[in-house]
């Protein structure tokens, strides 16, 4: 298995221009996650998608930040206008689930996209 | 305000001794704890984890502790190889509480084995 596929592996753009983020999660992996990773916050959860359906998107911080999952083997994160202080890079991760207490619960992050909004 | 902190931004040790990494929780809630090491240019991947009914669990080099009481855990790397240099990140989940995907993660701990 390739793992989790991430596209772009960077991106820089100017401030005002929409980003769009790419991922492809290990085939059969159910469960899918964006995460931010920034010196000040660290790695945080942005959205979760569970059957391609967004479960929880708490972490999304403003509307210029939407994130869709049209089918089990492809995500989108869109960041429209983007700003300078949305650089970070951009994990997706996957998950094949598992439910109840104790239970394993590994994700498998892809390499990353490395935002840079001048 | 940070559930999971690793107040050790970096640590830096001889190759052959012990690395010994800390994290602290304050959710009581948490009952699922992982560690993840990540590589430049690379994602997080999946190192060990512990159950909260537990107080120790070994891999091969890697034993990660918990202590439920002083909400605290340690990753354990003996002996310690250049190989193992990488940020390393300490996760919580609340498995018992209908969230058991999201992970909670440090801000993570820079780890250099001097050879």
């Known amino acids: 298995d390739a793992g989790v596929i991430q596209s772009p592996r960077h991106e820089v753009t100017e401030m005002g221009q929409e980003v769009t983020l790419r991922c492809k999660p290990i085939s059969g992996h159910n469960s899918l996650f964006w995460y931010r990773q920034t010196m000040m916050r660290g790695l945080e959860l942005l959205i979760y998608?569970?059957?391609?359906?967004?479960?929880?998107d708490s972490g999304m911080p403003e509307d210029r930040f939407s994130a869709k999952m049209p089918n089990a083997s492809f995500s989108t994160l869109k960041i429209q206008p983007s700003e300078p202080r949305d650089s970070a890079v951009y994990f997706c991760?996957?998950?094949?689930?598992?439910?109840?207490?104790?239970?394993?619960?590994?994700?498998?992050f892809g390499p990353g996209t490395r935002l840079t909004v001048l | 305000d940070q559930q999971v902190k690793q107040n050790s931004p970096s640590l830096s040790v001889q190759e052959g001794r012990i690395s010994i990494l800390n994290c602290d929780y304050t959710n009581s809630m948490f009952d699922y704890f992982l560690w993840y090491k990540k590589y430049p240019a690379e994602g997080p991947t999946f190192l060990i984890s512990i159950s909260s009914i537990k107080d120790k669990n070994e891999d091969g080099r890697f034993t990660v502790f918990l202590n439920k009481s002083a909400k605290h855990l340690s990753l354990h790397i003996v002996p310690s190889q250049p190989g193992d240099s990488a940020v390393y990140f300490c996760?919580?989940?609340?498995?018992?509480?209908?969230?058991?995907?999201?992970?909670?993660f440090g801000k993570g701990t820079l780890l250099t084995v001097n050879p």
């Open positions: 991760a996957s998950w094949g689930g598992g439910t109840g207490v104790h239970t394993y619960n590994e994700q498998f």
């Open positions: 998608f569970n059957n391609n359906v967004p479960i929880d």
């Open positions: 996760a919580a989940s609340d498995m018992g509480g209908g969230s058991n995907y999201k992970l909670t």
